[in-house]
């Protein structure tokens, strides 16, 4: 499974509560990235498609060598990214997408210490994002709610223990 969506929206925090509600194992996709492209983004410099396709095909080897359900925490933006996750994977990729709105997510952002992406890429971001169609393996739960209820709900979805 893919947590997605924009940055500050809750990826890290959700994927560890849910991968302990479900019996998972959690990744953080910033973990994942290439040290230029944190560099990148800490300048408050936007990733290129190129900057991020290396750091997609990391994702999707980790989620493939899991030893049981794994869970990432990957932006997934566009389409041709969850694309290519799945096409690294080899098999069906459940994507996540946590969805909130520009001002709770940049409240969240301006709390948060020690994270290398700035809240001024915000806009970059949901400039970017392409939600999954109705056609993608994907299912969504908002954001703005208590932790709690933000694993529930997915928990929920995907039938109580994971797909």
């Not at 190129?50 to 990957?74: H, K, N, Y």
């Not at 997510?105 to 890429?121: C, N, T, V």
């Not at 979805?157 to 797909?163: A, E, F, K, S, V």
Request: hydrophobic content about 40%.
């Amino acid at each position: 499974m893919v947590l997605m969506g924009v940055a500050g929206c809750g990826k890290s925090s959700v994927g560890a509560a849910l991968a302990r509600r479900i019996g998972a194992v959690y990744v953080d996709g910033d973990d994942l990235h290439p040290t230029a492209n944190i560099a990148k983004m800490s300048r408050g410099i936007p990733l290129s498609d190129e900057d991020r396709w290396p750091w997609l095909t990391r994702v999707g080897e980790a989620l493939s060598a899991g030893p049981g359900p794994t869970i990432i925490g990957c932006s997934a933006l566009k389409r041709a990214y969850r694309d290519h996750i799945t096409s690294v994977v080899g098999a069906t990729v459940t994507f996540i997408h946590l969805v909130g709105s520009v001002e709770v997510i940049e409240k969240r952002m301006k709390a948060r210490e020690g994270h290398f992406m700035p809240p001024a890429l915000l806009a970059s971001q949901f400039a970017t994002l392409e939600p999954p169609g109705s056609d993608e393996n994907a299912i969504s739960v908002d954001i703005d709610q208590p932790l709690e209820a933000v694993v529930e709900s997915i928990a929920n979805q995907l039938g109580g223990t994971g797909r």
